[in-house]
T-cell receptor, first 109, second 114 residues
Framework: KNEVEQSPQNLTAQEGEFITINCSYSVGISALHWLQQHPGGGIVSLFMLSSGKKKHGRLIATINIQEKHSSLHITASHPRDSAVYICAVPQGGSEKLVFGKGTKLTVNP | AAGVIQSPRHLIKEKRETATLKCYPIPRHDTVYWYQQGPGQDPQFLISFYEKMQSDKGSIPDRFSAQQFSDYHSELNMSSLELGDSALYFC?????????????FGQGTRLTVV
């Protein structure tokens, strides 16, 4: 089973700060997902990446397949970025996802 | 753009009752996944379907069953509900032919068993 570790578990930042959330996994994968979950539960897919870097607005995701590590960066953080950010990877050769414990981000104005 | 629709959004049931949760995938998405997220827990895979056939099965109790219909929507049926079934149940969909695309998630159904 693929094990997913995220850090930090909790993160508090001031508005405007640069945020980094890390994810490590134990078994080689084809792609990694970054998800955002707001209070109330709804999950939004932010990125799916298999190599290199992807950017969407103020969000940047990077992955190093050899090191089995990915990072999610948020530039110029804003209180509306406050949410739980979850890293997820496929389990073994299947399509089902194994999720990290999530990083709870709070951005204060 | 159309997203994954789940209904109901909230559901309160008593112990030993039954519940049916519905998931309507994005049009032309033929693969549906169900996940259960208990309070303070990370999501756990329950079951998935492709073209109306079960494609994978996770930690789904025998009291639960699910199916996918010809229009690709899926229903999760839960019987003899227990307090521990209280959780957020969300589904995700993707097109099987484009497996390198990301899955899209629904808003979830929050089930509370009292």
């Amino acid at each position: 089973k693929n094990e997913v570790e995220q850090s930090p578990q909790n993160l508090t930042a001031q508005e405007g700060e640069f945020i980094t959330i890390n994810c490590s996994y134990s078994v080689g994968i084809s792609a990694l997902h970054w998800l955002q979950q707001h209070p109330g539960g709804g999950i939004v897919s932010l990125f799916m990446l298999s190599s290199g870097k992807k950017k969407h607005g103020r969000l940047i995701a990077t992955i190093n397949i050899q090191e089995k590590h990915s990072s999610l960066h948020i530039t110029a953080s804003h209180p509306r970025d406050s949410a739980v950010y979850i890293c997820a990877v496929p389990q073994g050769g299947s399509e089902k996802l194994v999720f990290g414990k999530g990083t709870k981000l709070t951005v204060n104005p | 753009a159309a997203g994954v629709i789940q209904s109901p959004r909230h559901l309160i049931k008593e112990k030993r009752e039954t519940a049916t949760l519905k998931c309507y995938p994005i049009p032309r998405h033929d693969t549906v996944y169900w996940y259960q997220q208990g309070p303070g827990q990370d999501p756990q895979f329950l079951i998935s379907f492709y073209e109306k056939m079960q494609s994978d099965k996770g930690s789904i109790p025998d009291r639960f069953s699910a199916q996918q219909f010809s229009d690709y929507h899926s229903e999760l049926n839960m019987s003899s509900l227990e307090l521990g079934d209280s959780a957020l149940y969300f589904c995700a969909s993707r097109p099987r032919a484009l497996m390198n695309t990301e899955a899209f998630f629904g808003q979830g159904t929050r089930l509370t068993v009292v």
